[in-house]
């Protein structure tokens, strides 16, 4: 299994919270860093947020920075990203992938991406 499975999304008001799940397999997720991307309808796959193998720094994109928190679990394989203050921008699907390369926030340094979940933000 190299493909993450994700779990989590829904439909949620503003100003809600919502918790997203990441599982993968222990050859996906350890000693590489775990990233979060979305795509909103008519527009490009986004950087949300990403994750060092050792939990220990997180980055952020501008739009989602304060209001999510990315995190990990090594011992379950598992990432999770915690979207809190939620505004109808944040509509999306959501994918996590593996980083395997040097640039968080560049698509291209990704694989195994997961499956990807809908986040509906209603005003």
């Known amino acids: 299994q190299v493909q993450p499975v994700q779990s989590g999304g829904g439909l949620v008001q503003a100003g809600g919270s919502l918790r997203l799940s990441c599982a993968a397999s222990?050859?996906?997720?350890?000693?590489?860093?775990m990233g979060w991307f979305r795509q909103a309808p008519g527009k490009e796959r986004e950087f949300v947020a990403a994750?060092?193998?050792?939990?220990?720094?997180?980055y952020y994109s501008d739009s989602v920075k304060g209001r999510f928190i990315v995190s990990r679990d090594n011992a379950k394989n598992t990432v999770y990203l915690q979207m809190n203050s939620l505004k109808p921008d944040d509509t999306a699907v959501y994918y996590c992938?593996?980083?395997?390369?040097?640039?968080?926030?560049?698509?291209?340094?990704?694989?195994?991406w997961g499956q990807g979940t809908q986040v509906t933000v209603s005003s």
């Open positions: 994750i060092t193998w050792s939990g220990t720094s997180t």
């Open positions: 992938a593996r980083n395997v390369g040097s640039r968080l926030k560049v698509e291209d340094d990704y694989d195994y």
């Open positions: 222990g050859r996906t997720t350890s000693r590489y860093y």
